[in-house]
């Protein structure tokens, strides 16, 4: 059982990455499915949050309009498209799996999986 986010690497402000959370030995689409970030010396924080069905989505306040979350059951795929990337974004991103609502707070997801590098400079 294995969750794997992938797809950070170093962008230019103003710039994009698309980021995937993979799983394997279990299938996504029984879990929302929410996207974190934690910077050097900075707590963990909820960045975007899925439903089962991708019908209901959040956003932090600080991503809404330049992040997109989406997922694909049928390819046990969820996206964070990251848009007008700041320096500010900078971290290391994560996801994870939770039972019922999607939500932001970290402390409501169970299963979590390696993070990729995103860092935003010129």
């Known amino acids: 059982v294995q969750l794997q986010a992938s797809g950070g690497g170093l962008v230019q402000p103003g710039g994009s990455l698309r980021l995937s959370c993979a799983a394997s030995?279990?299938?996504?689409?029984?879990?929302?499915i929410g996207w974190f970030r934690q910077a050097p010396g900075k707590e963990r924080e909820g960045v975007s949050s899925i439903s089962r069905s991708g019908g209901n989505t959040l956003y932090a306040d600080s991503v809404k309009g330049r992040f997109t979350i989406s997922r694909d059951n049928v390819k046990n795929l969820v996206y964070l498209q990251m848009n007008s990337l700041k320096p500010e974004d900078t971290a290391v991103y994560y996801c994870?799996?939770?039972?019922?609502?999607?939500?932001?707070?970290?402390?409501?997801?169970?299963?979590w999986g390696q993070g990729t590098q995103v860092t935003v400079s010129s």
């Open positions: 030995g279990f299938t996504l689409d029984y879990y929302a």
């Open positions: 994870a799996t939770k039972s019922g609502v999607p939500q932001l707070a970290p402390d409501f997801y169970d299963y």
